[in-house]
């Protein structure tokens, strides 16, 4: 199997994140073992936000502000490189052509951002198609799609599964530099048209395992 995981910057904010990350690489390091292929993408997180708030003072453009965001992606990609112990390539990749070479050296690529106005749900979701990836699993705070915003609303319900359109809705369309939230319109636009198979869980080992399992969790992005 072949698996594109998405993983939230988030994960890389605080000490008891950072437990919870020790626990999923674990959890890859098995499923690598067992001649499964997975590629990495790293979002930027609370730092990333915190950067492009600054430049943001300062008057600097969406474009430069995502060049900020991107930065940070791959420094904490170079974290989780390091945490792999040798079984990840050696150096952030910052192209699918690597990645694909990463995977015929039975390394697991890591990527953060690639371009500015291309979130790292972009990324992944590219990452996917070119790899003709098996499942596209974007670990996130919100843990799957809700049918309404689950911080204002606390009866909100998580969806089983959520159609392209409806999640279109759901999100909005903000573009601006560390506005990327759950998901955004590149990337659900290249899940589409490639009808990738992606599920959308939560940022813990449980959710990840239970995801590469085939079991129940989070919300699974359906085609009309």
């Not at 990452?127 to 799957?144: F, H, P, S, V």
């Not at 589409?192 to 080992?205: L, P």
Request: charged share 25%; no cysteine; net charge neutral.
């Amino acid at each position: 199997m072949r698996y594109i995981i998405k993983l939230s910057g988030s994960i890389l904010d605080s000490k008891g994140n950072l437990d919870e990350l020790g626990k999923i690489l674990n959890e890859l390091k098995i499923v690598a073992k067992n001649e499964n292929k997975i590629g990495l993408v790293i979002g930027g997180g609370r730092r990333s936000r915190e950067f492009i708030e600054a430049g943001r003072t300062f008057d600097l453009t969406e474009s430069e502000l995502d060049k900020i965001g991107i930065a940070l992606t791959r420094i904490n990609a170079m974290i989780v490189i390091g945490a792999l112990y040798g079984l990840a390539y050696p150096r952030v990749v910052t192209d699918f052509e690597d990645a694909a070479l990463a995977w015929n050296e039975q390394k697991i690529p890591v990527m953060g951002g690639l371009t500015p106005g291309h979130s790292t749900n972009a990324v992944a979701a590219m990452l996917a198609e070119y790899t003709r990836a098996d499942l596209l699993i974007n670990a996130t705070k919100a843990g799957g799609v809700f049918d309404r915003d689950p911080t204002k609303f606390p009866d909100a319900s998580m969806l089983e599964s959520v159609s392209v359109t409806d999640l279109k809705k759901i999100i909005g369309s903000s573009f601006q530099a560390g506005k990327y939230e759950l998901m955004d319109e590149v990337a659900l636009g290249i899940i589409e048209r490639s009808k990738i198979r992606t599920k959308i869980i939560g940022t813990d080992a449980a959710s990840l395992r239970k995801a590469l399992k085939g079991e129940k969790t989070g919300t699974y992005i359906v085609f009309e």
